[in-house]
């Protein structure tokens, strides 16, 4: 018998954006919990703007949309344009904690896209935005395979770290936060490789984190049998960090060498 309470909660059903709403408000507004201080992303190579579907969304999808082994340590795939879009809208651009940016290889001039100064070299997101303890993770990274082995990933991660740790004070000015994370699958070597690379340590490991789709479940490990997600397999997730003192201890040194090459 009930001892004095309820349970009214009904599980949210998946929405369907309509149309018009799958590339976001006109201007668009970025919702984002930090303030953005273009002036960090940026070096003579590569510079990190915010992805605005109705500018970035149909190169992007051009270059990732056939290539679904991109995302084979993701715990989550996009199957369709509106698919992406929506994701972006709901988990991205409505979520102030969350944020999406393109980036852009200003080597690379793109003929079609004059504006840009470059060519759409991928995309990367800040993730978990915590204002009050002074964190967040970069995620979400896809580096399209035509740039691989290229200044891109490295000079992102830089300018990233840099913008997101650097004092306020300091010129030029950056975030001042106190920890940023990099998760990654544990057989996602190349990524795990770039953060260590740049800086980052190993704080440890995740288990179980997520719950795979069904399109992705040969990327993790079998559950128990008999759970409510059963048939679906679950992730682990590798966690590194860098953190304040370990940015002032040499990272940054590290990170300034390399945009300033």
Not at 150 to 165: D, F, I, P, Q, S
Request: proline fraction near 9%; charge should be negative.
């Amino acid at each position: 018998m009930s001892q004095g309470f309820v349970n009214n909660y009904t599980p949210a059903q998946v929405p369907t954006l309509p149309e018009s709403e799958l590339y976001g408000p006109t201007p668009y507004d970025i919702n984002f919990a930090y303030p953005l201080h273009e002036e960090m992303l940026q070096t003579p190579r590569l510079k990190i703007v915010p992805f605005v579907p109705s500018i970035h969304a149909e190169t992007y999808w051009a270059h990732v949309g056939h290539r679904p082994e991109l995302f084979k340590f993701y715990p989550f795939l996009s199957r369709t344009l509106p698919e992406f879009l929506t994701w972006l809208e709901l988990n991205q651009r409505r979520n102030p904690h969350q944020t999406f940016f393109a980036l852009i290889d200003l080597t690379r001039p793109d003929p079609a896209h004059p504006t840009w100064g470059g060519s759409l070299a991928g995309a990367v997101a800040l993730c978990n935005a915590a204002p009050a303890n002074l964190g967040t993770e970069i995620g979400y990274v896809v580096v399209f395979p035509e740039f691989h082995h290229t200044h891109v990933a490295k000079e992102m991660v830089g300018l990233l770290l840099r913008y997101l740790l650097q004092l306020p004070g300091a010129s030029p000015s950056g975030l001042g936060l106190r920890r940023v994370e990099w998760r990654a699958h544990p057989k996602n070597a190349p990524s795990i490789g770039l953060a260590e690379r740049m800086g980052f340590t190993r704080d440890g490991l995740l288990k179980w984190l997520w719950v795979l789709p069904d399109v992705l479940t040969h990327m993790g490990d079998r559950g128990r049998e008999g759970d409510p997600a059963e048939g679906r397999s679950g992730r682990h997730t590798v966690v590194l960090s860098v953190c304040w003192d370990d940015w002032e201890g040499g990272v940054r040194d590290k990170v300034e060498a390399l945009l300033s090459k």
